[in-house]
């Protein structure tokens, strides 16, 4: 196995099982780009993640880490410390394999290379700016208003839609006549679709960690506070500005859907590597809304393998066929 096969196998595989599925069914012309954008934001997020480091040490370290992936000639990193403190193996993996990560974008052709360099640039300033916000998670702290929380999507999310949508562009049907302005502006919205799934699914652990990225605006006019939501009593004020939320994101999920049709019908696989993360979110948003409290720590939030597997059987007969495929997503 070569180092890139390790790269965007095994290791890839073990810190995202779910990226990976849709990863092996990418065309090959974006398969490598893609799979090593992910690689790098998933490193760089298990900087930003590790909490056993001061959170003005981890700035320092994704700030290098930023600087390494801008330019050849910036040093490497130490990430020595970092390894030491990671409870997961596979991400202990990920960051002893960040020079070969790096060696690798240094070998990817210069368009995916630059579409890569400008991705991270966004996504890192965006985890500094979450760790300057939140510190070391001590004191619980919560986004003031919509459009912080608007922005942080579109930085950890909504960029890398952006990205795809270059790149596939690019690579997969450069001839095709598209509206191209719309079809950025749903990519934008896949990604910020699928972070927003993220943060209502994760609300009780965040709230744990000192994070809540739920506007304190909104809280506020519920007559809570962010410490509020460490109470699960707390969910019958606070279940009208979760479902708000929850209609954000069933509604940005909608039009990731309407993305995969402006992709060219004969691009299956495209149009099922989007399918996957939007239909798998769906689901998720779909769990929580039966969920009695999603303010409690052991509500179901996670969908099933078996549920994974259901998916990618229903939209793999479906992706040749025009009809069953456009109603593939309100039948869900």
């Not at 795809?164 to 679709?193: M, Q, V, Y």
């Not at 739920?214 to 410490?227: F, Q």
């Not at 004969?266 to 590597?273: D, G, I, S």
């Not at 999603?294 to 793999?316: A, D, H, M, Q, Y």
């Amino acid at each position: 196995m070569t180092t890139t096969e390790e790269l965007l196998g095994p290791i890839l595989r073990d810190v995202s099982r779910a990226f990976y599925l849709t990863l092996r069914v990418l065309p090959k012309e974006v398969r490598q780009s893609i799979g090593l954008l992910y690689l790098l934001a998933r490193t760089t997020d298990t900087i930003a993640d590790t909490n056993l480091i001061p959170a003005d040490k981890r700035i320092l370290k994704l700030r290098q880490f930023r600087d390494r992936i801008r330019s050849e000639g910036a040093p490497m990193p130490d990430f020595s410390h970092l390894v030491r403190e990671q409870k997961s193996n596979a991400e202990k993996t990920l960051l002893l394999h960040s020079s070969e990560i790096i060696a690798l974008l240094e070998q990817t052709p210069a368009f995916d290379r630059g579409q890569i360099q400008l991705t991270l640039e966004t996504i890192t300033r965006g985890q500094e700016q979450d760790l300057e916000r939140f510190g070391d998670g001590s004191v619980l702290k919560s986004l003031q208003t919509t459009e912080e929380l608007d922005d942080y999507t579109y930085r950890v999310a909504g960029c890398v839609g952006e990205f795809w949508t270059h790149l596939t562009r690019h690579h997969c049907f450069p001839e095709a006549i598209l509206d191209d302005s719309r079809f950025l502006t749903l990519a934008i919205r896949f990604g910020k679709a699928l972070q927003l799934v993220n943060i209502l699914r994760d609300l009780p652990d965040d709230i744990e960690q000192g994070r809540c990225y739920l506007p304190s605006v909104d809280l506020t006019m519920a007559g809570l506070t962010s410490e509020d939501l460490s109470r699960k009593a707390s969910w019958p004020k606070f279940e009208p500005i979760f479902l708000n939320w929850m209609n954000l994101a069933n509604q940005y999920l909608a039009d990731a859907w309407q993305y995969t049709l402006m992709i060219p019908h004969e691009h299956y696989r495209l149009r099922l590597a989007c399918a996957w993360p939007i239909l798998m979110g769906k689901r998720t948003l779909q769990l929580l809304q039966a969920s009695n409290n999603p303010l409690e720590p052991n509500t179901k939030r996670k969908i099933s393998r078996r549920e994974i597997r259901g998916i990618v059987w229903s939209t793999t007969w479906r992706v040749p066929f025009r009809g069953p495929w456009n109603r593939l997503f309100a039948n869900k």
